[in-house]
Each structure stands twice: as structure tokens, then as C-alpha cells.
């Protein structure tokens, strides 16, 4: 008898996806630059990145989104892993579409990859007040697929510019949006990212700021006043009530990613604060639960370079130094590796996380930074730092964006434990231990967030442990 089976791209635990076969193809969104955006819409991109392919390193197809002005931000697949967990199980769906944000624009966009995942197409666009009258939000800004639908983050409330921001929740068939998530939101008022423990009933969200304060760049005014996200927000994912908030101080501006561990028996993650007003440093904090509590402590810090002031823009010249300008972070599937991208300094740590309270930095990389100081790789000069992290699921490939200067780079680490700033060893194709392996302009465009083919290492979430 025909038995039926889930789709092949989701995984029981995480070490089981880092032992699937490796992605042959990365999708990327591309912001348009042109006409501050309003000559043409934005895209989203298919890059190969099968080393053995003939195409190898080159965009492979595209699809343009139907208006201009969108700003895509951070996609994400309609369905992954955690339709297998036991208390939500929906194995029924596939890992088949894309659902891509309109920052500014508030329209979601809905991407089929099959049948050819090179050629992907657009098949719904849930425009602007389909989300504002049945969600109370605007802004989308981040996908995560969950067991029981599709999640979406949104810093804007009903009206555009003010918030509060939150969640709220699309199905996984029809892409209907269910409505706003949050039951009772406590003091929560600025929103930005969010993931969870689905074992432990927990999720954890950070804060950015409303659109007003974020979409015509940052407010000087707001910045020193300390009036950007600092916080963490602690829910109860059944009840869907807040539970606690975990102050950073009001001086760490910009708590952003979260990188939750993979092993679901785990209760800790890592979320970056972008910068400290006192000394312009980046830092790296954990939050964990113990004895029932949630708590967050600071656990790395990345302190600012400094620099002669006419080097510097005119917004750094008065401080004399680089910020690093930490804007995202991710954490291998094996919860070994955490990966650090410095946009301001143009840095690229990694650390080794295995014991998460006491990070080891291994390794760095340089690629670019407001003031280059060599190290840009393959001999190229890169303006602007490393943006956008992805960790392939077996751990042996890194893939990072550059937005401000229209180029994706890929940092290939070769061997299991990959150690940036290792030897200088080639490898076929050009490629060497630590340093960028591919380097691909995308011209006239601004490459933002990385998916990965089958997903990646901060797609998915596992609710059996390894």
C-alpha cells in the first residue's frame, strides 16, 4: 500500500538537516537603487551556487515584483521543520513558496519555486489594507514558518506611521491573514524580530522602532535620547500573553536578530544590540531561562575602531572612531558557531558558542567597512561592510550580503569546523579557507536577505532534539 510522506526538505532534528544534501541555489532580494527607488520595482534573484555548475556564481533567474517602491526585507519559506512537531503537525504542506515583504510599500508577496525553482513566480500579493483591516498591522518586516501557520512580524500599527508593532499570523493554505497574534501585549510597543522555544511554549521578540522613526533613516534626536528598542519581550506562545520584558539599558540602541538555540531542550539565544551610546560599541547578549525566569546578560562586546576624522563621514568626524555596527548574526545548526557581521567596521567574526555564557571569538575576516583597512578579498575594494549573514545547514558555507554597495559576497569555509582567518590554502575555483570564495555584483540593485534551497540555518525550528 502507497504510504504518504512529508515533504523531503523537513527534518525531524536539526542534525538531521545538516546531513541532507547541500543547497545548489540561494534567492536573495534585491532592493532597486535608481530614482531613490522609483524607477523600477525590486526583484528577487536566484543565484547558483553548485560549485560544479557550469553557471556557478551567476544570477539564474528573477522575478520582478508588479509595483515600485516595495523595499523587500526579511523572506521567508511558507512552511519548514516544524510541521512535524507533534503538537501543531501540519506535514501536508511543502516547502514551496516564498512569502516576500514590502517594507515600505506593506504589501506581501506570495512566490511559488515550483516547478522550476529557477524561474520562481508570484502568484498572490496580499496588498495593504487586506493586512491593516484584518491584522491591525503595517510594515511587514519577518517571515518565520511555524507548525500551526505563517508568522509575520510588523513594526507599524493600523494607521502606517505610529505602532504598536507586532505579529500576526497568515494560514498555510490559502495565505488568508488569521489575524494579529498577540492576545494581551503587555508593555510591548515596538516590535522587530521574533522567533521561539516551541518545546518550552516561549516566544521571545526584540525592537526596532515604529516606521516613523526608522523609515527616513535615524533620528539623531531619538538615538541619544535612548528612544530605540533596548528591550526583549517574553510570551507564551499558547495563550499568546506577554510575560516578561528584558531591559538592556536604554543606552544599547537597536536590539535586532534573534538566533534562538537549534536543540529544542535548550532555553538560550543570541540577540545583537547595534549600538551602545556610551562608547559606540556592538555587542552580543544571551538571554536564558533559570529556575523559571527568564534573563538576559551581555556576553561579547565589539568595541568601535578608531579613525582619523577625515576618513569618516560627517556623523562619525565628532567621535573620531568606526561603530561596528553589528546588523546581524547567526548561529550554526549544530549550535557550535556564531557568526557576527560588523557593517560599520566591515568585520566578519565567528565565534565558537559551545559553551554560550563564555563565547570564544576564532576567527575574523575583513570585507570592506565605512573605513577600509585591507583585507577585502580576491583583491577587490569593497565600500560598506558585511550586511546580511547565511549559514548553510551543514556549516561549511557562509553567504553574506553588502547592501550599501550592490555586491553579495560568499565567504566559503572549507572543513567541518570551519575557522575564519585560517590558512591561505585554494581551493578549486579560487576559493580559500577564510576568505570570500565568490564575490557577484548585482548592479544597480541592493542585495539584502539570503534563503537558502531547503532551507538554511536560520529558516527552521525542531521540536525533537539530536
Not at 585591507?374 to 547565511?390: F, T
Not at 590558512?423 to 536577505?449: F, K, T
Request: one cysteine or more; a negative charge; charged letters at 20%.
Amino acid at each position: 500500500m502507497a504510504q504518504w510522506q512529508p515533504d523531503p526538505t523537513f527534518y525531524p532534528t536539526a542534525r538531521q538537516a545538516m546531513e541532507a544534501p547541500p543547497e545548489q541555489l540561494a534567492y536573495v532580494v534585491t532592493l532597486n537603487t535608481g530614482g531613490n527607488g522609483t524607477s523600477k520595482p525590486d526583484a528577487l534573484c536566484v543565484l547558483d551556487v553548485e560549485s560544479s555548475s557550469p553557471s556557478y556564481g551567476q544570477v539564474v533567474g528573477r522575478v520582478d515584483m508588479p509595483n515600485v517602491g516595495d523595499e523587500l526585507h526579511h523572506f521567508g519559506w511558507n512552511a519548514c521543520s516544524s510541521a512535524l512537531c507533534p503538537t501543531a503537525p501540519h506535514p501536508h504542506v511543502e516547502r514551496r513558496y516564498l512569502l516576500v515583504p514590502g517594507l515600505r510599500s506593506s504589501r506581501l508577496h506570495i512566490v511559488d519555486t515550483k516547478p522550476d525553482p529557477r524561474q520562481p513566480k508570484i502568484v498572490k500579493v496580499i496588498e495593504p489594507s487586506e493586512l491593516t483591516s484584518n491584522a491591525g498591522y503595517s510594515r511587514p518586516h519577518t517571515i518565520h514558518c511555524g507548525p500551526d501557520g505563517i508568522y509575520v512580524s510588523a513594526l507599524g500599527g493600523k494607521e502606517g506611521d505610529g505602532g504598536p508593532g507586532g505579529i500576526f499570523v497568515l494560514d498555510h493554505d490559502n495565505f488568508s491573514v488569521k489575524g494579529p497574534w498577540e492576545a494581551d501585549r503587555g508593555p510591548q510597543h515596538l516590535a522587530y524580530d521574533f522567533w521561539w522555544h516551541l518545546g518550552h511554549d516561549t516566544v521571545i521578540t526584540s525592537e526596532w522602532g515604529t516606521p516613523e522613526m526608522v523609515e527616513n533613516g535615524v533620528n539623531p534626536e531619538l538615538l541619544l535620547a535612548g528612544k530605540y528598542g533596548h528591550q526583549l519581550h517574553v510570551w507564551d506562545l499558547r495563550t499568546r500573553r506577554h510575560l516578561q520584558a528584558l531591559d538592556l539599558g536604554p543606552e544599547q540602541q537597536m536590539v535586532l536578530e534573534l538566533r534562538p538555540s537549534h536543540d529544542p531542550n535548550k532555553t538560550y539565544g543570541f540577540v545583537n544590540a547595534v549600538v551602545s551610546l556610551k562608547d559606540l560599541s556592538s555587542s552580543i547578549w544571551l538571554w536564558h531561562r533559570d529556575n523559571g525566569t527568564w534573563k538576559i546578560q551581555k556576553v561579547a562586546e565589539i568595541p568601535a575602531e578608531p579613525a582619523e576624522a577625515d576618513q569618516l563621514p560627517p556623523a562619525l568626524q565628532p567621535f573620531g572612531a568606526v561603530p561596528p555596527l553589528v546588523s546581524d548574526i547567526n548561529l550554526s545548526l549544530d549550535d557550535r558557531f556564531l557568526y557576527v557581521s560588523c557593517w560599520g567596521t566591515g568585520e566578519f567574526r565567528q565565534y565558537d558558542v559551545s559553551d554560550p555564557f563564555n563565547p570564544k571569538e576564532t576567527g575574523s575576516i575583513r570585507l570592506g567597512g565605512i573605513v577600509p583597512r585591507g583585507g577585502n578579498g580576491n583583491g577587490r575594494s569593497l565600500n560598506g561592510g558585511p550586511q546580511m549573514v547565511e549559514v548553510s545547514r551543514d556549516g561549511r558555507r557562509v553567504y553574506v550580503t553588502q547592501l550599501a554597495v550592490r555586491l553579495l559576497g560568499r565567504a566559503v569555509l572549507p572543513g567541518r569546523d570551519p575557522r575564519l582567518g585560517g590558512q591561505d590554502r585554494r581551493e578549486p575555483r579560487g576559493r580559500a579557507a577564510g576568505r570570500p570564495g565568490l564575490l557577484r555584483r548585482v548592479r544597480g540593485e541592493r542585495p539584502h536577505q539570503i534563503r537558502l534551497e531547503g532551507g538554511d540555518s536560520s529558516s527552521d525550528s525542531f521540536c525533537f532534539p539530536s
